[in-house]
């Protein structure tokens, strides 16, 4: 895979792709619609945020490429790449266990907090990784 050059685009599955962690200075896009609710994304090698209608969505320190984001009743995947380590912050259901799955290796479990981020680390490199998290019933 590699880098989003458009920072954010929905692709022809309808999930999104954005960030490109080889940007030298912060590149944003704004109002980015899909249907109907407005995504914001900024990019470079320090930092990938993208938010919707106002609230974070995702984060990566540093900056990360993420492929086909998806986000259902049940948790969320994607596929990211970048350069070594990355944190990555995700806001998802409040006070709700995840099983976190990264390149189909169970990695163990995560909760929310109380309002709604989960932590985790992934050792990113140009292949993409991917990465899911299920909702713990």
Same mark, same amino acid.
């Given at each position: 895979?590699? =880098?989003?050059?458009? %920072? %954010?685009?929905?692709?022809?599955?309808?999930?999104? !792709?954005?960030?490109?962690?080889?940007?030298?200075? $912060?590149?944003?896009?704004?109002?980015?619609? #899909?249907?109907?609710r407005l995504y914001k994304a900024k990019t470079f090698y320090e930092?990938?945020?993208? $938010?919707?209608?106002?609230?974070?969505? /995702?984060?990566?320190?540093p900056g990360t490429a993420v492929h086909n984001f998806k986000v259902t009743d049940f948790g969320v995947s994607f596929?990211?790449?970048?350069?070594?380590? !990355?944190? %990555?912050?995700?806001?998802?259901?409040?006070?709700?266990? /995840?099983?976190?799955?990264?390149?189909?290796?169970?990695?163990?479990?995560?909760?929310?907090? =109380?309002?709604?981020? #989960?932590?985790?680390?992934?050792?990113?490199?140009?292949?993409?990784?991917?990465?899911?998290?299920?909702?713990?019933?």
């Amino acid at each position: 895979m590699a =880098v989003v050059k458009e %920072i %954010i685009r929905v692709e022809e599955n309808g999930t999104l !792709s954005f960030g490109n962690y080889q940007l030298p200075e $912060k590149t944003k896009v704004l109002d980015f619609e #899909v249907e109907g609710r407005l995504y914001k994304a900024k990019t470079f090698y320090e930092v990938t945020k993208l $938010k919707r209608d106002g609230a974070l969505v /995702y984060e990566s320190l540093p900056g990360t490429a993420v492929h086909n984001f998806k986000v259902t009743d049940f948790g969320v995947s994607f596929e990211v790449e970048g350069e070594g380590s !990355s944190q %990555i912050t995700l806001e998802l259901e409040p006070e709700t266990e /995840y099983k976190l799955v990264v390149h189909d290796i169970t990695i163990g479990t995560v909760k929310s907090t =109380v309002s709604g981020k #989960v932590n985790f680390s992934v050792q990113c490199t140009n292949e993409a990784q991917t990465v899911q998290l299920k909702r713990v019933k």
